[in-house]
């Protein structure tokens, strides 16, 4: 009994993440996806070198994506979206089944990154409201990805 028991859990486990993933349809290619989307949405899309950057971010061996739409010009307005807090950046995973899918969209000022204590983690540069301050320097959000999370490991 006990066998059947630990043999339904570990089902479970293998199911759960599926069931995840199908909530949200995988992209081939988020590149495409993001540059269709607003050559759509703009009569003029002009797209900086910078727009898409290809990493690991989540420690996998699977190169994974982030967008910057502060390097787009849309009908020559550059980065639309952007303001005060930054500008949004689109963070993809890559599944090792084929295919992305977005875990993240955050509006910030930048991102390096950085290797700690052995993990590669995200130091994103993002408005000081987000370390309690009103003002002075960006804040630095240390995170790590962790499955299809962002983990928040440090604030400064």
């Known amino acids: 009994m006990k066998a059947l028991l630990i043999a339904v859990n570990l089902v479970a486990l293998l199911v759960v993440p599926a069931a995840a993933f199908a909530q949200q349809s995988l992209l081939s290619d988020p590149e495409i996806y993001e540059k269709k989307h607003f050559t759509e949405q703009c009569t003029k899309a002009e797209f900086g070198e910078g727009y898409v950057k290809r990493l690991d ?46 875990i ?40 790590r990805v962790r499955g299809t999370k962002f983990v928040t490991i440090s604030k400064k």
């Open 57 to 102: 971010i989540n420690n996998d061996g699977l190169i994974d994506a982030v967008v910057n739409e502060g390097e787009l010009t849309c009908d020559g307005e550059k980065g639309p979206q952007c303001n005060d807090d930054g500008c949004p950046y689109n963070f993809y995973l890559q599944v090792a089944e084929g295919g992305y899918f977005m």
């Open 104 to 143: 993240a969209t955050a509006q910030i000022y930048g991102y390096d990154f950085v290797q700690r204590f052995g993990n590669m983690v995200l130091a994103m540069k993002m408005h000081p409201r987000f370390c309690d301050r009103t003002e002075g320097d960006p804040c630095i959000v240390t995170a």
